[in-house]
T-cell receptor, first 113, second 111 residues
Framework: NAGVTQTPKFQVLKTGQSMTLQCAQDMNHNSMYWYRQDPGMGLRLIYY???????DKGEVPNGYNVSRLNKREFSLRLESAAPSQTSVYFC????????????FGNGTRLTVT | QKEVEQNSGPLSVPEGAIASLNCTYSDRGSQSFFWYRQYSGKSPELIMF????GDKEDGRFTAQLNKASQYVSLLIRDSQPSDSATYLC???????????FGRGTSLIVHP
């Protein structure tokens, strides 16, 4: 049982390049989330998907897009990467609702030069 | 705006001592509370959750919730160097799809 799988683990981009971070969960969870984590800033929510077919903005959505491809997969796209997007990105999933803890993937460390 | 506050630390305790980590929250409608442990360079890992006032114990960990005072605590008994990590508090309000995370408290357990 893999849980939440993120790819890639590491990525270096040049300013202006695009890329998609992939996330898949095998726990049949309804809700999925994308966070970024920067030193001293804690976890900041970028986008979330409460259920298949829905997506909503979080605290820091600018410069990102998401796709809930199906119940298992939730991708995060950077259309034109900027150095300010250098961060560690975590995908998470939960059954949905306030009694459901989030389960995190192992993260993607992204550097934009 | 819903806020979750944690002392950033570091909290330094000797091996074998009790480490006490605290979290306060602003939304009185909050209904569930989670503690995560995050080792440096790793992802957050769920340790405990608590929904009702009082204490909940799991091995060396005890979560304490006081809704009237709007705080939740995590006690780690017999602290070990392997407990050295950042501990994140997450608070979830009823009717919301999004938990609010604190910025975490760094714990250092020294031999």
């Amino acid at each position: 049982n893999a849980g939440v799988t993120q790819t890639p683990k590491f990525q270096v981009l040049k300013t202006g390049q695009s890329m998609t971070l992939q996330c898949a969960q095998d726990m049949n969870h309804n809700s999925m989330y994308w966070y970024r984590q920067d030193p001293g800033m804690g976890l900041r929510l970028i986008y979330y998907s409460a259920s298949e077919g829905t997506t909503d903005k979080g605290e820091v959505p600018n410069g990102y897009n998401v796709s809930r491809l199906n119940k298992r997969e939730f991708s995060l796209r950077l259309e034109s990467a900027a150095p300010s997007q250098t961060s560690v990105y975590f995908c998470a999933s939960s059954e949905g609702g306030f009694n459901s803890p989030l389960h995190f993937g192992n993260g993607t460390r992204l550097t934009v030069t | 705006q819903k806020e979750v506050e944690q002392n950033s630390g570091p909290l330094s305790v000797p091996e074998g001592a009790i480490a006490s980590l605290n979290c306060t929250y602003s939304d009185r409608g909050s209904q569930s509370f989670f503690w995560y442990r995050q080792y440096s360079g790793k992802s957050p890992e769920l340790i405990m959750f608590i929904y009702s006032n009082g204490d909940k114990e799991d091995g060396r960990f005890t979560a304490q919730l006081n809704k009237a005072s709007q705080y939740v605590s995590l006690l780690i008994r017999d602290s070990q160097p392997s407990d050295s990590a950042t501990y994140l508090c997450a608070v979830w309000s009823g009717g919301s799809y999004i938990p609010t995370f604190g910025r975490g408290t760094s714990l250092i357990v020294h031999p």
